[in-house]
């Protein structure tokens, strides 16, 4: 018997994991992460699960590769 695929499952089929992503966008899957975990590009991230929606897609295609900003580092106080 095949397994029962519940109505809420579809709209999750057209959702892209990271590897999906990187092989459309033709880039590697740790600058998809970096620019995942600097939150530059819209996801949706569940536990261990980062997916992308289609307007999700559409989103990054409009920032373009952007390079994701450096860490911002703090400044430290000089005590007298």
Not at 10 to 38: C, H, S, Y
């Amino acid at each position: 018997m095949g397994r029962a695929v519940s109505a809420g499952a579809e709209p999750f089929a057209k959702w892209l994991t990271v590897a999906q992503l990187a092989e459309l966008m033709q880039i590697g899957e740790d600058k998809i992460r970096d620019r995942v975990n600097t939150k530059t590009w819209p996801h949706y991230r569940d536990k261990n699960t980062t997916r992308f929606t289609p307007e999700h897609i559409a989103r990054i295609q409009e920032l373009g590769h952007q390079e994701p900003e450096p860490p911002k580092r703090r400044r430290r106080t000089t005590r007298a």
